[in-house]
């Protein structure tokens, strides 16, 4: 039995198949598909390195998870309501006020 390539719809031989995401496709398809998606993906990869790899650019968007000191919740973990800096409980849910 032989199968299409997705690649170049072509016939794919036995020997020549390389199984990809579910589908034969050649060989040589293969690698070049492979190169058309690393192609496409180092945008996403820049995106990461910029948030992660520049400490200058970190300290601009300051994420409680990102500190390293306990950050005492604002907000109320279940319905989002506002905490006062001294209530243990939400005053709308009744949700504890986890730190
Ligand atoms: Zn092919
Ligand atoms: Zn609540």
Redesign the pocket.
């Known amino acids: 039995m032989s199968s299409i390539c997705p690649y170049c719809n072509k016939k794919v031989f036995f020997a020549e198949r390389q199984f990809y995401k579910g589908k034969d496709y050649h060989m040589i398809c293969h690698g070049l598909l492979i190169k058309e998606e690393q192609k496409s993906a180092p945008k996403v990869f820049a995106i990461h390195e910029q948030i992660f790899c520049n400490p200058e650019e970190n300290s601009k968007h300051s994420y409680p998870l990102a500190s390293k000191e306990p950050v005492r919740p604002t907000n109320?973990?279940?319905?989002?309501?506002p905490?006062k800096p001294d209530a243990n409980f939400?005053?709308?849910?009744?949700?504890k006020v986890v730190i």
């Open positions: 109320c973990y279940s319905c989002k309501t905490v939400c005053v709308k849910c009744g949700t």
